[in-house]
């Protein structure tokens, strides 16, 4: 049994069943010849272990909540910003959370503020290049204005500010709409 050997699928999915059946994670281990220093390692990139570590079923429904807001948080703390945080995990769930959970809007405001020094530190511009790109990710069919946004590197809000002050603006968006529903 040596530190440093890493966990392969199988001996991370026995380790998971034999903890969801209550036995000791270091009979666990040792019964499958591996070390903790190698659980533990492979505990930072696999979730399900994280959770059964944790003495939780990582295949309960309730998890997946669990683990979509766990990944959120992470993505924050790397200074991805939340519309794209939401496009990364698949999900535009993140404001439903928020409004629905105090504790996680305080949890998710912390952990943005604190990787702010790691995010984009200046205001991003709607200079005509992105503006063009938005205007043409949001005329493809299925494009929703969170995804053309990301892909034109600006917030959700730059776009919705500047519809609101720039009537051009705002027909172009309305022609790009119309363009993805034919």
């Not at 003495?55 to 910003?81: C, H, K, Q, W």
């Not at 949001?138 to 034109?152: D, M, Y």
Request: proline share 4%; with cysteine; hydrophobic share 45%.
């Amino acid at each position: 049994m040596t530190d440093t050997a890493q966990l392969t699928a199988r001996q991370t999915n026995q380790l998971i069943t034999a903890l969801r059946h209550g036995q000791a994670l270091d009979l666990a281990a040792a019964d499958l010849g591996v070390a903790l220093p190698a659980v533990w390692a492979a505990a930072r990139t696999d979730t399900r272990l994280a959770i059964a570590l944790a003495g939780r079923d990582p295949d309960a429904a309730e998890e997946r909540s669990r683990t979509l807001r766990a990944d959120f948080l992470r993505l924050l703390a790397l200074g991805v910003p939340p519309s794209r945080a939401e496009l990364i995990l698949g999900t535009g769930g993140s404001g439903g959370w928020r409004g629905d959970d105090p504790a996680f809007a305080r949890a998710c405001d912390a952990v943005s503020a604190a990787s702010a020094p790691y995010g984009h530190m200046g205001q991003i511009r709607l200079t005509p290049a992105r503006v063009a790109r938005f205007l043409e990710e949001l005329g493809k069919q299925g494009t929703t204005l969170v995804a053309a946004a990301a892909a034109a590197g600006v917030t959700p809000a730059a776009i919705y500010q500047r519809r609101r002050r720039d009537d051009d603006f705002a027909k172009a968006m309305d022609k790009a709409r119309a363009a993805a529903r034919t």
